[in-house]
């Protein structure tokens, strides 16, 4: 008997992700990669984590490190967290603090949350890939956010009922988006917290680059401005923050955190508890050692290479591309966002690109709810020396000028 007849419904809207795909290009030593949206190996603190990850196991908390904990997380950490937030005018208590498994686990959990199955979700067009893959084990339907669309919220509420539900949250990464680069202005997120107060919605942003700004001046986080709305209490605002340490100090511990109104933190205290008790409390230990010691200066030094790396990309894009590309001029973050004419297909030029100049990048298409996109595709600087982006683009854009 095959297993398959036994699924739950909602596997059939569980898909592989493209990009973890094509992740595995990168042990192919002759492949350009301008694809997984990750941080540079080389850029990681590894002597400091080495020293934290030895200074708790010699000392007297070694025996807490190895042991079961709190599935709220490592109190000094989140203690820690409500001073960095505050930094960035977010006014919050250890208690309004969740440590999850990287932002990813935040976005499942709050997918379980909120939606039921028919139920509406409003996120970009495009949008962050992970985040449609966490919300569509939920089942829902997605409509479109465009804050500056002027739309009127009752008719997003009547379509959302049509369709069996309710608009339960507007989801985005209003820094640097992944994919696009994009950021919202302060005008936009005032008008997408109008949007949500009309709506009675929660708004989900997603703050994994907001450390990664390269030029120009910070705009205050949505949660900020919420707080302001309501005199600074955090109780009482609807905006969750999801925040990671995954761009800055190291994906692989896997080390993330949700910010939000005591009502949805103890609710997700409980999911915690039923899937994983609680994240790994000696990388919460040794996270918290780096971050309090040197997480500034860290930030430091990857907004210095990065930016370098994304002012290579913007001078070989326009050195290199044909008239009728155009790209977004990222301000931060790790993704430049093309758009190709529109008769082209980013996955068939994908699959040209591997063959013939060996040059790997995202096809847009996957970070559409509705799967449109074709014509677009996602370029990630991260990874890459000028050197190297100098002759992917020559090569990419040497294929693309081919093709039209």
């Known amino acids: ?211 990664l700004r390269y030029g120009g001046e910070p705009v205050p986080p949505i949660l900020s401005l919420d707080l302001a709305r309501h005199g600074g209490d955090i109780e009482k605002t609807r905006t969750i923050y999801c925040g990671s340490f995954s761009k800055t100090l190291s994906p692989g511990l896997r080390v993330g955190w949700v910010v939000a109104a005591s009502t949805v933190i103890r609710k997700m205290v409980l999911m915690k508890q039923a899937a994983d008790l609680h994240s790994a409390t000696i990388n919460q230990m040794a996270i918290h050692e780096v971050a309090r010691n040197g997480f500034d200066a860290q930030v430091a030094k990857i907004r210095a290479a990065y930016g370098a790396r994304r002012d290579a990309m913007l001078d070989a894009l326009a050195k290199f591309m044909p008239a009728g590309v155009s790209w977004t001029q990222p301000a931060g973050g790790m993704f430049v966002w093309v758009a190709l004419p529109q008769a082209m297909d980013g996955a068939r030029l994908l699959a040209k690109s591997l063959e013939s100049e060996r040059v790997a990048f995202v096809p847009g298409q996957a970070f559409y709810a509705d799967g449109s996109g074709a014509n677009m595709i996602r370029l990630s600087f991260s990874c890459a020396d000028s050197a190297k982006i100098n002759e992917g683009m020559m090569r990419l854009g040497r294929l693309v000028s081919s093709e039209i």
């Open 1 to 211: 008997m095959g297993m398959e007849q036994l699924f739950a419904t909602r596997m059939e809207r569980v898909r592989a992700s493209e990009i973890r795909e094509l992740l595995k290009l990168l042990d192919q030593p002759d492949i350009l990669s301008f694809a997984g949206g990750i941080p540079d190996p080389a850029l990681f603190p590894a002597a400091d984590f080495d020293a934290a990850y030895s200074g708790v196991l010699r000392s007297s908390v070694a025996g807490s490190a190895l042991q079961y904990s709190v599935s709220e997380g490592y109190l000094p950490l989140r203690q820690w967290l409500a001073e960095h937030m505050a930094s960035i005018g977010i006014a919050c208590t250890a208690e309004n603090i969740l440590i999850t498994s990287g932002s990813q686990q935040a976005l499942d959990y709050l997918g379980k949350l909120f939606l039921s199955p028919g139920d509406t979700a409003l996120v970009g067009w495009p949008t962050y890939l992970g985040a449609l893959q966490a919300f569509n084990a939920y089942e829902p339907n997605y409509d479109r956010l465009d804050v500056m669309a002027n739309r009127d919220p009752a008719a997003i509420a009547a379509t959302a009922s049509e369709k069996g539900g309710k608009v339960k949250f507007a989801y985005l990464s209003a820094d640097f988006a992944n994919p696009t680069g994009e950021t919202l202005g302060e005008a936009g997120r005032n008008r997408l917290l109008d949007l949500a107060e009309a709506l009675d919605i929660a708004v989900i942003e997603d703050g994994a680059y907001q450390a």
